[in-house]
């Protein structure tokens, strides 16, 4: 377990006081992944959207492209989502919540050491379709699903 | 319960007969649907995230006594924990009351580390007070995940509590004249999609009484019986039951032993 | 409605009195031990929002069902019916003589559960908690099963005078038909408008609500 | 620098799969609070994973992804006794990192 040191975290307190991060605060964010946070992506306010930003062109269904999740959520603030790939040479799996505010929800670069299988929680406003974007070779294929939200318990 | 419900209701139900048919098949699909769900949410209970911090706070030095809860007397003997939980709630000959596992905790931030609860009884549901004591009964709790429910009622206190908490489940109030038994008192029948235990009986009381503490989806936030009761007292158009009263102790003693026999399951995740 | 409930509260303490002989076998119950419930309700609950602890009170109605031991039984059969009776001398019939408002907006207010919770404002419409426990319209796939399905209402009961007084009795006091039907008094204990029942009953027997299609 | 996370890694028949719990609030950014003013988002945007010391998982989120977030993948290889460790990066630039051994 370690955590961040205090000078570092200082650092950033001030900048933030000095405005100087954006509404999302990624400018100066350490960076981890390959790729800069990929702001334009995360902005999309549709599947379109977020795969023009993704760079995702001619698009095609997939067999090959899973996305394992229930047919209805109980509750759109956690909606368990898997997505798998079989497609040889997949490098990167997005999925996308076509509905959402910012449709793209996670973006995973699949590296050599990895397999394309992947599993989080989703958060959803309302029904709508989930895509798996997956891309290997330079090309894009998808899955996509319905999932339903209901209202649970009493609404108050 | 089912024939009093029945009377008034009779022309209704003739209604239902017509679509019954169609309405099934839809309804099977939906809870399928919800089946899927709820197994997948059973993979990762983020409650684990708070039974590590229960256990932190269990153990920090804390209060103008400058001492950790680690000494608490659970009912087991002082500082034991493990299995403490399914034998709650239980007389204390100190305080000579019924107290569960959160009022329980309140007596020992007491008298171990010399804080002044109050403020915590006093605090909002959310706050960092109640979030404390629900990381503690969190983690309490599932230190007696799998054993056995084993409540006593054997002491006539104990016994007070059980016929109490009773009452108090069938006591109607409110705009609304709802009891908890409107919603918890009838086998198989739920609220929108979510199922309700009928808690009268030893199914559904295992049923609620061994899956909370429990991590809610639906906000993130960890709830422990108290709050669980609390919001279903909000939801009954009730006033708000203070934390640790006898009234919570006395439901949950209710809850407790007419679950005994059942596993734990705590922390659970729920909707 | 405060008036009510004041004056059902001393009918109330007559009751309880009368639960005491009927515990008197050394069971517990309702009756057994008053005085250990009485403080327990006392020291249990504080103000919350709009929500006073004075909510606790009970009605007559409230006191006879919170023992549905007795309630069920042949000795209370009277008392139930007479309970019944007073229920029913409460409901109001619409001023205007129209029973049927607007369906739409009779499937809002059965949509929302909210309203006079500690956590509503004063100011908040209440909902009519409908769906929680019944189906109703078709397309609603979320809804309870504590009431029975109300699909396809009106077209089974049609939309005559007798089947829209039938119907608004059980929405303003549900209590008139049954003492202790879990359904709450909508119009009765004031959770809803008299154009909220009109709206409700618009929804349930309006030959073009979605309920009848 | 938040609470810690739970991290469970299991290896079988070569692979290890990894499973995350994080302690997150997740806030979208579109949410107000009771007086009405938005509340800003905040949420993790970077996470990643070594194994022994080696970077195998790489991703980056929005605020799409629930409260106190699950994840988990798979790493081709790996056996007991190996470390896998997470670090997150939130969008306010706050991070922390755990570690588990592999089972």
């Known amino acids: 377990m370690t955590s961040q040191p205090l000078n570092r975290r200082g650092f950033l307190t001030r900048v933030a006081a000095l405005g100087l991060t954006t509404a999302l605060g990624t400018t100066l964010a350490p960076h981890l992944a390959r790729a800069e946070w990929n702001k334009a992506a995360f902005d999309g306010k549709s599947t379109a959207d977020a795969m023009k930003a993704l760079g995702a062109s001619g698009t095609a269904d997939s067999a090959d492209v899973q996305i394992l999740a229930s047919d209805i959520a109980e509750n759109g603030a956690v909606v368990p989502v898997q997505a798998v790939s079989k497609v040889p040479g997949t490098t990167r799996i997005a999925i996308l919540v076509d509905k959402n505010p910012s449709t793209l929800a996670a973006l995973f670069d699949v590296g050599p050491d990895m397999v394309a299988d992947v599993t989080t929680r ?9 895509t798996v974007l997956v891309e290997a070779g330079g090309k894009y294929f998808t899955a996509t699903k319905e999932i339903k939200v209901t209202l649970g318990g009493c609404g108050g | 319960m089912t024939r009093r419900f029945a009377v008034g209701l009779a022309t209704c139900l003739a209604a239902a007969g017509l679509v019954a048919g169609a309405a099934r098949a839809e309804g099977d699909k939906t809870i399928e649907g919800i089946e899927a769900y709820r197994e997948a949410l059973k993979d990762g209970n983020p409650a684990e995230l708070f039974e590590a911090q229960g256990e932190e706070l269990w153990k920090k030095k804390a209060g103008p006594k400058n001492a950790s809860l680690e000494t608490c007397d659970l009912g087991m003997g002082p500082g034991v924990v493990k299995g403490a939980y399914a034998h709650l709630p239980r007389w204390f000959k100190d305080t000579d009351k019924v107290q569960d596992a959160e009022s329980r905790v309140l007596t020992c931030m007491t008298a171990i580390q010399g804080i002044d609860v109050s403020k915590y009884v006093a605090a909002k549901w959310g706050s960092p007070e109640k979030d404390e004591l629900n990381a503690i009964a969190t983690w309490i709790s599932g230190m007696s995940k799998g054993d056995k429910v084993a409540v006593s009622t054997a ?50 009381a295992a049923a609620g009484w061994t899956s909370w503490p429990a991590y809610r989806v639906s906000s993130g936030q960890m709830w422990g019986m108290q709050w669980r009761l609390a919001d279903c007292f909000r939801q009954q158009r009730f006033p708000e039951p203070i934390y640790g009263s006898d009234v919570t102790v006395a439901l949950s003693m209710f809850m407790a032993a007419t679950s005994n026999g059942a596993t734990m399951n705590t922390p659970g995740i729920k909707r | 409605m405060r008036k009510t409930i004041a004056h059902l509260a001393a009918l109330a303490a007559g009751l309880v009195l009368a639960g005491a002989v009927h515990a008197a076998d050394g069971s517990w119950g309702p009756g057994a031990d008053d005085a250990s419930f009485q403080a327990m309700l006392k020291s249990g609950f504080r103000d919350a929002g709009i929500v006073k602890v004075s909510r606790l ?7 006879f069902c919170s023992d549905p031991k007795f309630a069920e039984s042949k000795e209370a059969a009277k008392k139930r019916a007479e309970i019944e009776a007073a229920n029913t001398a409460t409901i109001k019939w619409p001023s205007d003589g129209n029973f049927l408002g607007d369906h739409k907006s009779g499937e809002k207010i059965a949509q929302s559960g909210r309203g006079l ?14 769906y929680n ?37 059980k929405i303003w006091n549900s209590k008139s038909a049954n003492a202790c039907s879990n359904m709450p008094r909508g119009g009765h204990m004031g959770i809803l408008s008299e154009q909220q029942v009109k709206d409700l009953l618009a929804l349930l027997l309006d030959p073009a609500s979605p309920v009848n299609q | 620098m938040g609470n810690p996370m739970k991290i469970r890694a299991a290896a079988k028949d070569g692979i290890t799969e990894v499973k995350v719990l994080m302690s997150h609030e997740m806030e979208t950014g579109l949410r107000k609070d009771a007086s009405g003013n938005t509340i800003p988002a905040w949420f993790i945007a970077e996470i990643s994973a070594k194994l022994n010391g080696k970077q195998v998982m790489t991703a980056q989120w929005g605020p799409s992804i629930s409260k106190n977030p699950f994840l988990s993948f798979k790493i081709k290889g790996g056996k007991a006794g190996d470390k896998v460790a997470v670090t997150w990066v939130d969008n306010k630039g706050d991070t922390r990192t755990d570690e588990a051994s592999v089972t």
């Open chain 3, 117 to 130: 919770t500690s956590t509503d404002k004063a100011d908040q419409v209440n909902g009519g908690n409908c």
């Open chain 3, 57 to 63: 009170e009970q009605d007559a109605t409230q006191a």
């Open chain 2, 155 to 204: 002491h006539p206190k104990e016994r007070q509590m059980f016929e109490l908490g009773k009452r108090m489940f069938y006591y109607a109030a409110g705009p609304h004249d709802f009891s908890c038994s409107t919603c918890h008192g009838q086998e198989g029948v739920r609220i929108r999609l979510q199922d309700l235990p009928y808690i009268a009986s030893p199914k559904g």
């Open chain 1, 122 to 130: 989703i958060k959803m406003g309302q029904t709508s379709n989930v």
């Open chain 3, 133 to 169: 426990c019944h189906q109703i319209s078709k397309k609603e796939i979320s809804f309870g099963t504590i009431g029975p399905s109300l699909l396809g209402y009106g077209k089974l009961k049609g939309n005559s005078e007798q089947a829209q007084r039938e119907t608004w009795s």
